[in-house]
């Protein structure tokens, strides 16, 4: 498994902060149970994925090799040990959804996005990624992107999802340009 590198990572006054609180919710001798909530915060402070630097340091903070880090990221799909696009879109392709038409739904990105599965675009905005299970089959195809679950997904609707969020997307570039 490849962990891309990046600069030295150290939390942030926020994030130390919020870090300390998360520690402190439990015994000393059993600090490694704040790691996925640590993970999550450093996740959040480098842009949406965990580099090998700060896997390290949430690692050194609650005590234990990078190794069990590493394992412990690489094993939940909700952290990613690589870059990944401003909207994040993860099309749920377990038996449910795969028969409620998620082939459909990668179709619509490719035709939308220009993408395919594990792919971002050139500008960096979106990437598509598969996931298991999202615990809504019941209103199977779900697509979920960034923190939000789209449940009874169409192609078309999502087309529409799509094109509303690059177009917020741009207007949020604009702005950055103006400021
Ligand atoms: S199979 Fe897709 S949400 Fe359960």
Redesign the pocket.
Known sequence: MTVLQSPPFCFDAENQQKAETYLAQYPPAHKQSALVPLLDLAQNQCGGWLPQPALEAVAALVGIPFLKALEVASFYSMFHLKPVGSYHVQV?S????WLSGSDDLYKACKDQLGICKGETTADKKFTLSEIE?????VN???VQINEVFYENMTPYRLIEILKKLAAENSKKDSERQRV
């Open positions: 749920c377990t038996t449910p959804c299970c999202l615990g809504a089959c199977a195809p779900v």
